[in-house]
């Protein structure tokens, strides 16, 4: 399934999950191994094997595979929301599909997700933290410019409260967590649930 999708054989990746959900097999797998082919797609745009419309293809294959395999997320579970998690992309940049899976894997492991959406200013980040009071922050960014966004956004929230940990997320390494001043980076959408999860004590 991975190779399907660094391939970008569109039609395969649909057939083959298709056929894994209607068989019962592990939904979180399934987008695992489709998230790992994203990651090849990625090196290979890094080392001009593809193009910009080949990372475009990938994104609209991975949302489409998402629309498909939520039913059976949902339905495989359940529970009541525990923690609440404050999540949107940080100003200057609109790319969604790393945040929109991390919220539908969120939901679907009985976490509370205030999305924001995308472009999202400092300011309405404070704006929202006052008003709904989350357990955790959620921080997205793929473009080097919401780099500078997402640490003025920290540091409004640390001047309001120090203890809520905030976690970065999108084209992040350790470097770029420490410039920001966040508490955890991740690059994965289901390893964010899990640390959520685990901040949370649920």
């Not at 540091?155 to 770029?176: K, T």
């Amino acid at each position: 399934l991975a190779a399907s999708v660094a391939d970008l054989r569109e039609a395969d990746v649909l057939r083959t999950v298709r056929e894994r959900i209607e068989r019962g097999d592990d939904p979180v797998a399934v987008i695992e191994e489709c998230q790992a082919g994203m990651r090849l797609v990625g090196e290979r745009y890094s080392q001009r094997r593809y193009f910009l419309s080949g990372l475009i293809m990938a994104g609209d294959i991975l949302r489409q595979v998402m629309e498909m395999v939520q039913p059976s997320l949902e339905e495989r579970f359940s529970g009541d929301a525990s923690a609440r998690v404050l999540l949107g992309t940080v100003q200057g940049d609109i790319h969604d599909l790393g945040k929109n899976l991390f919220a539908m894997l969120a939901r679907c492991h009985g976490l509370t997700v205030y999305d924001l959406g995308v472009d999202v200013a400092p300011a309405r980040f404070l704006d929202e933290f006052d008003r709904l009071r989350p357990d955790v922050v959620g921080l997205s960014g793929l473009l080097t410019a919401s780099y500078d966004p997402m640490r003025e956004t920290i540091a409004l929230l640390r001047a309001r409260s120090a203890g809520v940990p905030v976690i970065i997320g999108g084209q992040i390494d350790e470097q770029v967590s420490r410039y920001v001043g966040a508490d955890y980076f991740v690059t994965d959408a289901m390893e964010g649930v899990r640390l959520c999860q685990r901040l949370a004590g649920s």
